[in-house]
């Protein structure tokens, strides 16, 4: 365990045990596949596609901006993500959750910068009685409908409290990931955890983690990982069937 020093106090970093690593195998779509030899840093690739079959997300669209304003949107997505994950893991939900920046540049020669919502629902996850309960079960599982409008509500409650004007948003679209293009994998949510997927945790520029120490947060897992492609073969490894 080591432990990163902000101005706020100090957030330990732990390695995820075998539970935790298991846990995140199961819920999420094509698992975690665990590298014989650490590649890049990274001693983990996060599934995004086996085989032919992509991992989907629903993507929160921007109206389209210049290049300059697209970056400034880019690392404001990345701070608002982590004010509203502190917010998100309080609330009971036990599957994973995956919100990323994402940068993508038009036709037109515009950019689009919104956030990417990847939602990984455990077996069990609580549904809402609301009438939009529903609308993405069919595609992501029961319960992700609750978990994206849940994190939503905690995204808006970081802007208002940030006093930073929130981006005018048009469209929630169910995209692949290869779709995205630049995304920024950074941070994910399991229940009350936080994982770090970065390879490197960039300890002294990321202000995530001033953000975790100021809400409360003391601990967080460090998963550092890639996104990968994997053969249908290797799906049972991933998922940690072996």
Known sequence: MTKIQTARGSIAI?????????????????????????????????????????????????????????????????????????????????????????????????????????????????????????AYDSRFGNGATNMFMAFVDCFKQAFSESNLPMPQYFGIDIRSRSHLKSLAMSYMVSGSDVFCLRPNLREKEDVAWTILVNRGIDKAYHLPSLPMTINEADLITAKGRT
């Not at 596949?33 to 629903?58: H, R, S, W």
Request: proline share 4%; net charge neutral; hydrophobic share 35%.
């Open 14 to 134: 732990q390695k995820p045990d075998m539970a935790t690593l298991k846990r995140l195998q199961n819920l999420l779509t094509f698992g975690v596949f665990p590298f014989n030899q650490t590649l890049d840093g990274a001693d983990f690739g996060i599934v995004m596609q086996c085989g032919e079959k992509e991992v989907y997300c629903l993507k929160q669209q921007p109206i389209e901006v210049e290049e300059k304003q697209a970056h400034i949107n880019f690392q404001m997505h990345h701070i608002m993500i982590m004010e509203a994950y502190c917010k998100y893991i309080k609330l009971g939900f036990s599957g994973a959750y995956l919100a990323s920046p994402y940068l993508r540049q038009r036709d037109n020669g515009l950019w689009e910068t919104g956030v990417s919502h990847f939602i990984f629902p455990s077996h069990n996850e609580k549904t809402s009685e609301k009438l939009f309960s529903n």
